[in-house]
């Protein structure tokens, strides 16, 4: 990889950090971009879907079955916009898990930057099995 894009990467991702502080969940905030020929073209956090109160997770500190990662909600915003997200580069500040894989799969994206290793690896490897190229780039404010 080229130092103009590893530096594009850390800003990319440094936005996506900042973005991840609009969840409401307590457990993990997670922040997501969708790039395309450099310009942000969707975004998402985790969080409840539209219409329900914003708490992520119940008394026992779980989150609850219906809370939508960060990637679900960039690429399902896009999906409602005129814009789609063939060809783009998804920034997430953690990796994505397997159900986040298949959206990306399904969404054309062609790369995935993320921040934080989460701890089962079965989305990123099912990502690298797509082709979808895979950088692990860790970044801080």
């Not at 079955?65 to 580069?89: D, F, M, P, Q």
């Amino acid at each position: 990889m080229d130092e103009k894009q590893h530096l594009l990467d850390l800003r990319y991702m440094k936005m996506a950090l900042i973005w991840a502080g609009n969840s409401y969940c307590k457990r993990r905030q997670v922040g997501a971009l969708l790039v395309k020929d450099k310009m942000i073209i969707s975004d998402g956090y985790n969080g409840t879907p539209s219409g329900f109160e914003n708490n992520c997770e119940d008394e026992d500190n779980k989150s609850f079955a219906y809370v939508l990662h960060a990637e679900a909600n960039a690429i399902t915003k896009v999906a409602r916009s005129t814009n789609n997200s063939e060809g783009a580069t998804l920034y997430v500040t953690a990796s994505p898990c397997i159900e986040c894989a298949k959206l990306i799969i399904q969404a054309g994206i062609r790369r995935v930057v993320y921040g934080e290793q989460y701890r089962l690896l079965d989305g990123i490897d099912l990502l690298r099995k797509a082709g979808i190229e895979v950088t692990q780039v860790e970044t801080t404010l």
